[in-house]
């Protein structure tokens, strides 16, 4: 077994604002005042275009502004907070799909990816392969709740050797030595992973936009939850608090349950 650090996170894309697109068709339908605040992410910019742009609120009404303003509309919302505040209080979170973040999950385990590919609407996922890797020096993270426990973690690492040396017998069996077809290796290490651990250490790359992350913050950080989504997930949303304060502004940590939790759920 090769113990490796607890799972990290990385946020390593998210979805940009094409500026001179948008300023283009601003002013195609009679240059607005309103303008995307340099101070707030294009993520955040881009949900309150897509509500603006559904009422044509992007300022009070102007009827020499028609196509960007609307008679109903007398009074808009100032500031991308209250704008989005807004949306979340009233549940149209349609607008949120349209920004999306990518993670890489790293030392994760096959417990924590299948939780989590679980979750479909708006979710893409890349995850590492084990169709040619040999199992035979087993990455494994000891999850909190066995770490302190002497006798348990002795019996995880007997356990994790033992498989790994089913890996290597099973390579004798085969010859895996021997064989110099691709396909043939390929095809008989992918049937050894079967004697894998699913604790085993992996990487998954997700993408998800942001209504879907605000769904799978609130159930996986949840004390229902298990361990490891539970801190995968966590760091995720502190990442989201710290960078998208405007849409995670009603999600708060809970001190006691070490949930995330939203003012308005299921936006
Ligand atoms: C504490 C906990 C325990 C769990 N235990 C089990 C278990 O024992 N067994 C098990 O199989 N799973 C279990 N799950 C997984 C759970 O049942 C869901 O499959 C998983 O959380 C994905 O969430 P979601 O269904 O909200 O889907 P997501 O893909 O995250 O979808 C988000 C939302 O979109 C809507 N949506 C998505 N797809 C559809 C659709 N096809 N039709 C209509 N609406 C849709 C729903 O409103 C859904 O809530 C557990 C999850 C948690 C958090």
């Not at 509309?73 to 799909?97: A, C, F, M, W």
């Not at 356990?159 to 290796?185: P, R, S, Y």
């Not at 995670?248 to 995330?260: H, K, L, P, R, Y």
Request: net charge negative; glycine share 6%.
């Amino acid at each position: 077994m090769r113990p490796i650090q607890e799972p990290t996170v990385y946020l390593i894309a998210k979805t940009m604002l094409e500026p001179e697109g948008l300023e283009a068709y601003l002013k195609d339908i009679g240059a607005p005042d309103w303008k995307p605040d340099s101070s707030v992410s294009d993520c955040e910019n881009l949900v309150e275009a897509g509500g603006r742009m559904c009422y044509r609120s992007w300022q009070p009404y102007d009827p020499a502004k028609p196509e960007a303003t609307n008679p109903n509309v007398t009074r808009v919302r100032q500031g991308n907070d209250t704008y989005i505040e807004n949306v979340l209080k009233s549940g149209h979170g349609s607008v949120l799909e349209h920004a999306s973040l990518t993670f890489i999950c790293r030392n994760v385990s096959r417990v924590f990816t299948h939780e989590l590919v679980r979750h479909r609407a708006g979710m893409a996922y890349s995850q590492e392969s084990l169709r040619y890797v040999r199992l035979d020096d087993i990455p494994f993270w000891i999850p909190d709740s066995a770490a302190e426990n002497d006798r348990a973690k002795n019996k995880i690492v007997e356990i994790v050797d033992f498989l790994e040396n089913a890996q290597k017998e099973l390579g004798e069996i085969f010859g895996m030595d021997d064989i110099a077809d691709f396909t043939t290796k390929k095809q008989l290490t992918s049937m050894f992973r079967r004697l894998a651990p699913i604790g085993l250490g992996t990487t998954i790359m997700v993408t998800g936009n942001l209504r879907s992350w605000r769904h799978i913050i609130e159930m996986r950080t949840s004390s229902h939850a298990e361990e490891e989504i539970r801190l995968v997930t966590g760091k995720i949303a502190a990442i989201c608090k710290k960078h998208f304060p405007n849409v995670f502004q009603d999600m708060v940590f809970d001190e006691a349950s070490g949930s995330w939790t939203f003012g308005h759920t299921k936006v």
